[in-house]
């Protein structure tokens, strides 16, 4: 993991993912979430969206991915996040999930973070995270 101190304003990390039938079908299970639109494609053909779209809880749990393995690695705390869903995702498509530093507070040992999900060339999340970063 990075210390804080070797963490700078503008750092970034991203990793780009598709989401399949399998991974939808999973997340529905885990989670408890079996809303047709996810699950159902005759039924998402009839919704706004035109077919199935995969849960926005599982494409936030992404940039739990990139802090836990990428910035600033393991051992850091996810304290809160927030996220506005912009457009839907469909399956088997890549989405491309990006971090970036945008404050340091290092007395209270925290980095704040803008997190972003591009799809199709479009923005489909924006929002912000905070992390608890140990010594």
């Known amino acids: ?66 802090f836990a393995n990428n910035l600033p690695g393991p051992g850091c705390i996810y304290l809160k996040s927030e996220n506005k869903f912009l457009k839907p ?9 990006k971090v970036e530093i945008t404050n340091i507070i290092v007395e209270k040992k925290r980095v704040v973070f803008k997190t972003t999900a591009v799809f199709r060339n479009q923005e489909c999340i924006v929002g912000t995270a905070e992390l608890y970063i140990p010594e």
Request: aromatic fraction near 10%; charge should be negative.
């Open 89 to 97: 995702v469909f399956l088997n498509e890549a989405v491309n999930f």
């Open 1 to 66: 993991m990075k210390s804080i101190k070797e963490m700078v304003i503008g750092q970034t990390s991203e990793i780009t993912r598709n989401f399949s039938d399998k991974d939808v079908d999973l997340f529905s299970l885990l989670s408890g979430d079996v809303n047709p639109v996810h699950l159902d494609e005759a039924f998402a053909k009839t919704t706004i969206f035109g077919g199935r779209i995969v849960h926005g809880a599982l494409l936030t749990s992404i940039f739990s991915t990139i």
